[in-house]
């Protein structure tokens, strides 16, 4: 059996984070990765540019069952500990909106950065599948499709169920229940919702339309572009929602958060209302969406009637969508929930049950929302597990 100061399971982003700061403290590392190659993730982030992390980050970004949890790793290494790491390797990166950070070229190049980071100072195991773990006096025994290894510190880092093409697995969870951690129930999250069939229809001829609308859910408020699809909604304002979605609840939307349709009509009054929404909305929705209530839009706004403006109102300013469900782990970005943070050390994400185990990443009931909150979590977590095993 081949023996390792440190097993990581799962070389995505918490995984390799730690793999290099073990290194650099003189650890023997192995890490093991499912897919033929590290890094999955990193390189379809962002849309190809990774979202490496956000100007502004703190625990009020993240969703957990304990809201303080993640406020340690996240102040051990920061996101201004990440942007000084990518400065010195010259990567060249811009602000896009709301403080995220993107790469100018692609995300490969993030991977490289913590590739170089981690040299040859660690054991890189790809196309090699962990089946099971078990637990011999001090050391963890790892079992894979080809061999046996074991070590004193077990880090796992094998991700949530999003993406499951992407190598997602339950590893993480089979591992915590072992050793006696609960799991919060999972759900995909920051992924677009579905409609029911007569919605879809509706929805389909609106599709590929995208504007910006205030979109709320469970006591939270996005202001971002939506995105009408074939199947449902989309866009950056429903993808942050859907974190805060339980199921068949509403979702209310406002698609026309900077202008209110009574002071449209009031200011209007000699133009139709197609003419007068042009300024607030697309075309294409005005003519579909709007268009739905008989004969509006060739009105002249002084005629249409009180009865008229409030339905307008209540299918602009007040729509409510009941989504039929998710796009589930198959488009989503994260896994909501996970492993309990009750039994795990918020300093050194050790676990209190079983000394020498540790949980990082997406693996934990730690979600960010839309923004570079996700890899600034597994960045964070891994840096912090590293500097304690
Ligand atoms: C399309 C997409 C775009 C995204 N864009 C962004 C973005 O721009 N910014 C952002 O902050 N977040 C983004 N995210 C979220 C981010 O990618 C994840 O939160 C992050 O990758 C989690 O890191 P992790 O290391 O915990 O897990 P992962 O990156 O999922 O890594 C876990 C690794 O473990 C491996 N593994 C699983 N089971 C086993 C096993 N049994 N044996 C061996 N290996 C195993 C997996 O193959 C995987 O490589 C995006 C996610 C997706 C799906």
Redesign the pocket.
Known sequence: MNKFDVII?????????SAAHATKRGKSVLL????KS?????I????G??????LEVDSTFYVSKNKHFSKSALKQYTNWDFIDLVCQYDLKYHEKSLG?L?CNGT?KEILNILLKEIGKSATMNCD????EVMKNDELYEVK?NRGLYSAPSLIV????L??PK???????YKIARQFGHKIIETEPA?VPFTANEDLKKEFSTISGVSLLATVSCGGQSFSENILFTHRGLSGPAILKVSLYWGNREKVRTNFMPMADIETILKSNTKKTLQNALKESLPTRFIEMWVGQIPRILSKKCSEISNKEIAELREILHEYDFCPAGTEGYR????TRGGISTDNVSSKTMESKLSPGLFF????LDV??L?????????WS??YVAAQNV
């Open positions: 399971i799962g070389a995505g982003a918490a995984g390799l984070m093991i990765e499912s897919n590290p890094g999955r993730k990193i379809i982030s962002g849309g540019r990774c979202n490496f992390t956000n995220q993107f995300s090699e599948r962990v089946s894979t880092a094998s991700g949530g999003s993406m992407m190598g997602a697995s339950d590893i993480a920051l488009k989503a970005e994260v990082i990443g997406e693996t979600t960010g839309l923004g570079g909150y996700n890899f600034q979590w597994a977590s891994g």
